[in-house]
């Protein structure tokens, strides 16, 4: 998940995500390009991210917000997202994806679908493929 030069072999609609100033080992910013179709403007998202972790039963939570700054969301929009992962034995995860986006800005039904709905199970794959490379294993 947090492998922001490669988000973009495993999450469609992404044309870039950089990190930037780093909180703790656990907190810090992004700058997120969102890859919109025509004829829509790219969105650029400054987020904060922070990631969580339950030792006892395995769960890890990817979670961010935006935040203000210049040049990204409008004042009056606002994006929180989580995913949490949790073990569920026979090298299955449960998978839970939440965003919440309020914006003034009218967004497209098939847009929000194509963005969130349908490829969220795509992305999911995706990922699963790319966390499968040897890179991404743990040594034995």
């Not at 969102?34 to 998202?45: F, S």
């Not at 990204?72 to 997202?81: I, V």
Request: hydrophobic share 35%.
């Amino acid at each position: 998940m947090v492998d922001y030069p490669n988000t973009t072999t495993w999450r469609r609609n992404v044309k870039s995500v950089t990190k930037g100033r780093s909180i703790d080992e656990d907190n810090w910013f992004i700058h997120y390009v969102t890859d919109l179709p025509w004829p829509l403007n790219d969105r650029v998202a400054y987020l904060r991210c922070q990631v969580l972790r339950d030792n006892a039963s395995g769960t890890i939570t990817y979670a961010f917000e935006s935040a203000p700054t210049e040049g990204g969301l409008g004042e009056k929009e606002t994006l929180s997202a989580s995913y949490t992962f949790v073990p569920q034995g026979n090298g299955k995860t449960e998978v839970t994806y939440q965003v919440i986006l309020d914006s003034p800005i009218k967004v497209p039904d098939w847009l929000v679908n194509a963005l969130i709905g349908g490829s969220f199970k795509t992305q999911m794959e995706m990922l699963k493929d790319a966390v499968a490379l040897p890179g991404y294993m743990a040594a034995d």
